[in-house]
């Protein structure tokens, strides 16, 4: 990492370094996607995944996802088992650390039809994802806590308000609330406390 960025890295001192080993108080995680990483030296028909600028280029690596992986409107795989791979990763290599998952959520075109948004999509995949979040809790991971993003469609730095995270709709001439069919199925979650 130091030969790659150099001097974009901050450096520390010994002093520094002592004092913010093992000061964490939990690990949290952005989950939004799952991709495959190559070597930059072999070609990839993928070619670039969209959102992702920056994070491959010093990696030196080629992202991709396959094929037959669902995506999302921000072109994003949906990949569950990914998460859980990943969730299973950080307690492998930290020491399983008390883990919040800060972050998950899927943008859709939702519409607003009749006074309603049936979101079916955004439902099959906090399904899918809490399902793989499950396995891993399950296998000994200690996943603390689990945030949708988002409670509102709100405005995405990237995209404006064109992209719609929200389990609640805001109608945009009125900025009335619409809670979608997956704010009334995830609160049906949490009050079964679990799928």
């Known amino acids: 990492m130091r030969e790659r960025l150099g001097e974009r890295l901050p450096s520390f001192s010994a002093a520094e370094k002592e004092l913010i080993q093992g000061s964490s ?5 952005n989950h939004y996607t799952t991709m495959y990483a190559s070597d930059a030296t072999q070609s990839s028909e993928a070619g670039s995944v969209y959102g992702n600028g920056g994070l491959s280029e010093d990696q030196d690596v080629n992202l991709s996802v396959a094929p037959d992986w669902p995506q999302t409107a921000m072109q994003w795989a949906i990949v569950p088992w990914g998460c859980r791979k990943l969730l299973q990763w950080i307690a492998a290599r930290y020491d399983n650390p008390p883990i919040y998952i800060t972050e998950n959520g899927c943008a859709f075109d939702d519409q607003l039809v009749d006074g309603k948004v049936a979101d079916l ?4 995949f906090f399904e899918g994802y809490l399902s793989a979040i ?13 945030f949708i993003w988002s409670l509102l469609d709100n405005f995405e730095w990237a995209s404006g308000y064109s992209k719609k995270f929200g389990i609640t709709y805001v109608e945009e001439e009125t900025l009335r609330r619409i809670p979608k069919d997956s704010a009334k199925w995830y609160g049906e979650v949490i009050s ?3 799928l």
């Open 25 to 29: 108080d939990f690990f949290g995680l």
């Open 121 to 124: 999509e955004r439902i099959a």
């Open 134 to 146: 499950h396995e891993a809790i399950s296998s000994g991971v200690n996943l603390q806590g689990y």
């Open 192 to 194: 079964r406390g679990g």
